[in-house]
C-alpha cells in the first residue's frame, strides 16, 4: 500500500499534506482539536498529531478516514479537484484575456477553498479577477479578505511573500479610494515583517510617500522617496533602481529643482535601458526636464529618436507627441493631435490649451474660444502645461 510523503518545506499555496490538514482543522474551531476529530475518526491524539507533523506517513486508507471526518473528498483535501482550474486561471490573468471566464473560475475555486493557505491564495486570485472585469470595489474586498489570511500564514510559516503579494494589489486599491490612513494603518502592522527585506522596504517606503503626498507632507514625501530609493540601491534590481530613480526625480521636479531631476533621470535611462517601456517613460520625464531647462534642441532630438516604436504604448506615444508639438511650437501638428481620436482625453485637454495660449498672443478672439470651450469641456486649464502631474 502506497504512502503520502510530507515535504518539509512550505511553499505558497502548495503546503504539505500536513499543513492542510492542520490549518483545515484549525478552521474548524475546537470541535476539531487533535483529541476530538482523532476520536472521532479512529486514529489516536498522538497518532494523529504525527501524521499531521510529517513524523509518520499517511496510508491512503487514513488519507480517506481524515477526509470524510471533514465531509470532503479526497481530492478537495489535496486539491486536486481545483488543480487544472487555478493553472488556467493564472495564465488567464497573467494574459489579461478572457475576463469572463477568469472570473467564473476564481469565483469557483474561492467557494470552495479550506484553510487559511487556499483561502488566501482564491481571495487574492479572485481580487484580480475583479479587476480584470473592472469591478475595483469587490476587488477591493476580495484583497482585504486575503490580507487575513496572509498575516497568518506570515505568523504560522514565516512566509512573508503571500503578505507581499496581498499588499501590493491592496496598494492599487487603497490609493484608489484615497484611503491613505487605512493603507498607512496596514504598513504599520507589517512594515516590520519586511525590515530586513531591502527590495520589499523600498516598495513599503513608496508607499508611504504616496501618503504624505496626498496629505501634502513634502519634506515627508520627500524623505519617504529617498529612503526607497537607499532601499533598493542595497539590490541588485537595476530595473527597480530605475524606477525608484523616476520617482525622486520627479519629487524634485515637482519642488522645481529641475538640475537634481535631471541627474537623477540620466541615472534611470541608464538603468532602465533593458525596460522598453520603463525607459521610454524615463526618456519622457528627461525631456520635460529639458524643455524646462530651456535645452530645446536636445528635447527635440530625444523626441524625435526614442518615437518609432511606441506603438504599443498608445498613451505614452501621445505624450510624446505633444512634447514635440510643445518642444517646436508647432501649430499645425498640435490641430492634427486634437483632430486624432487616439488621443486620450488629457493631451487632448493640454494640445487645446497649448492652442489657446498661442491664439491669445495672436490676439484671435475666435479661435481662442473655439479652443477654450474644447478644453472647459475636459478640464480647467493648467497654469503650466508641463507641470500637469499625468503628463
Same mark, same amino acid.
Given at each position: 500500500m502506497g504512502?503520502?510523503?510530507k515535504s518539509n518545506?512550505y511553499?505558497y499555496?502548495?503546503?504539505s499534506?500536513g499543513?492542510r490538514? =492542520?490549518?483545515i +482543522?484549525?478552521e474548524?474551531?475546537?470541535?476539531?482539536?487533535l &483529541?476530538? %476529530?482523532?476520536g472521532r475518526?479512529?486514529? =489516536?491524539k498522538?497518532?494523529?498529531?504525527?501524521? $499531521?507533523s510529517? /513524523?509518520?506517513?499517511?496510508t491512503?486508507?487514513e488519507?480517506e478516514k $481524515?477526509a470524510?471526518? %471533514?465531509k470532503i473528498?479526497?481530492e478537495?483535501l489535496?486539491?486536486e479537484?481545483t488543480?487544472?482550474?487555478?493553472a /488556467?486561471l493564472?495564465?488567464l490573468?497573467?494574459s489579461?484575456?478572457?475576463?469572463?471566464?477568469?472570473?467564473? #473560475?476564481?469565483?469557483g475555486?474561492?467557494a470552495?477553498?479550506?484553510?487559511?493557505t487556499?483561502r488566501?491564495?482564491? *481571495?487574492?486570485?479572485?481580487?484580480?479577477a475583479?479587476?480584470?472585469?473592472g469591478?475595483?470595489?469587490?476587488a477591493?474586498q476580495?484583497?482585504l479578505q486575503?490580507l487575513?489570511?496572509?498575516?497568518?500564514?506570515?505568523h504560522?510559516?514565516g512566509?512573508?511573500?503571500?503578505?507581499?503579494?496581498?499588499l501590493?494589489? #491592496?496598494?492599487?486599491?487603497?490609493?484608489?479610494?484615497k484611503e491613505?490612513?487605512?493603507?498607512s494603518e496596514?504598513?504599520?502592522?507589517? /512594515?516590520?515583517?519586511?525590515e530586513?527585506?531591502?527590495?520589499r522596504m523600498?516598495?513599503?517606503?513608496?508607499?508611504?510617500?504616496?501618503i504624505a503626498?496626498?496629505?501634502?507632507?513634502?519634506? #515627508? /514625501?520627500g524623505?519617504?522617496?529617498?529612503r526607497?530609493l537607499e532601499?533598493?540601491?542595497?539590490?541588485?534590481?537595476?530595473?527597480k $533602481?530605475?524606477?525608484?530613480?523616476?520617482?525622486a526625480?520627479d519629487?524634485?521636479f515637482?519642488?522645481?529643482?529641475?538640475? &537634481?531631476?535631471r541627474?537623477l533621470?540620466?541615472?534611470? +535611462?541608464?538603468n532602465?535601458a533593458?525596460?522598453?517601456g %520603463?525607459?521610454?517613460?524615463?526618456v519622457?520625464? *528627461?525631456?520635460?526636464?529639458?524643455?524646462k531647462?530651456?535645452?530645446i534642441?536636445?528635447?527635440?532630438?530625444?523626441i524625435e529618436s526614442?518615437?518609432?516604436?511606441l506603438?504599443?504604448?498608445?498613451?505614452?506615444?501621445?505624450r510624446?507627441q505633444?512634447l514635440?508639438? *510643445?518642444?517646436k511650437?508647432?501649430i499645425a501638428?498640435?490641430?492634427?493631435l486634437i483632430s486624432d481620436?487616439?488621443?486620450d482625453?488629457?493631451?487632448?485637454r493640454?494640445?487645446?490649451e %497649448?492652442? +489657446?495660449?498661442?491664439y491669445? =498672443?495672436?490676439g484671435?478672439?475666435?479661435?481662442?474660444?473655439k479652443y477654450?470651450?474644447?478644453?472647459?469641456?475636459i478640464h480647467s486649464p =493648467?497654469?503650466?502645461?508641463l507641470?500637469?502631474?499625468?503628463l
Open positions: 504512502v503520502i510523503e518545506t511553499t499555496g502548495d503546503l499534506i499543513q490538514i =492542520s490549518e +482543522m484549525e474548524r474551531g475546537s470541535s476539531y482539536s &483529541r476530538a %476529530f482523532g475518526i479512529g486514529i =489516536s498522538d497518532m494523529l498529531g504525527r501524521m $499531521i510529517g /513524523e509518520r506517513h499517511m491512503p486508507s488519507l $481524515i470524510a471526518g %471533514f473528498s479526497v478537495r489535496k486539491q479537484d488543480k487544472d482550474d487555478l /488556467e493564472r495564465q490573468l497573467r489579461r484575456v478572457n475576463p469572463k471566464r477568469a472570473f467564473g #473560475l476564481a469565483q475555486i474561492a470552495v477553498a479550506l484553510g487559511s487556499e488566501c491564495v482564491a *481571495y487574492n486570485l479572485l481580487g484580480q475583479y479587476f480584470l472585469i469591478d475595483t470595489n469587490e477591493h476580495a484583497w486575503a487575513t489570511y496572509a498575516e497568518k500564514i506570515e504560522r510559516y512566509d512573508a511573500g503571500p503578505l507581499y503579494a496581498v501590493n494589489n #491592496l496598494t492599487v486599491t487603497l490609493t484608489e479610494r491613505f490612513s487605512k493603507l496596514i504598513l504599520n502592522r507589517i /512594515e516590520p515583517v519586511f530586513a527585506d531591502m527590495e523600498g516598495s513599503i517606503m513608496y508607499s508611504r510617500a504616496t503626498r496626498y496629505f501634502l507632507e513634502n519634506e #515627508l /514625501e524623505q519617504f522617496i529617498y526607497s532601499c533598493l540601491m542595497q539590490t541588485n534590481f537595476k530595473d $533602481i530605475g524606477r525608484a530613480q523616476v520617482n526625480a519629487f524634485e515637482r519642488g522645481k529643482n529641475y538640475v &537634481r531631476a541627474d533621470l540620466e541615472q534611470a +535611462m541608464v532602465l533593458d525596460e522598453a %520603463f525607459f521610454k517613460v524615463a519622457k520625464e *528627461y525631456v520635460k526636464v529639458l524643455l531647462l530651456g535645452d534642441k536636445n528635447a527635440i532630438k530625444l526614442n518615437s518609432d516604436d506603438d504599443g504604448y498608445p498613451d505614452l506615444k501621445s510624446f505633444f514635440l508639438v *510643445y518642444a511650437q508647432d501638428e498640435a490641430e492634427n481620436p487616439s488621443t482625453r488629457l493631451i487632448h493640454l494640445t487645446c %497649448f492652442l +489657446m495660449s498661442h491669445q =498672443s495672436l484671435d478672439a475666435h479661435s481662442f474660444m477654450y470651450k474644447l478644453a472647459k469641456s =493648467s497654469s503650466d502645461l507641470d500637469e502631474g499625468d
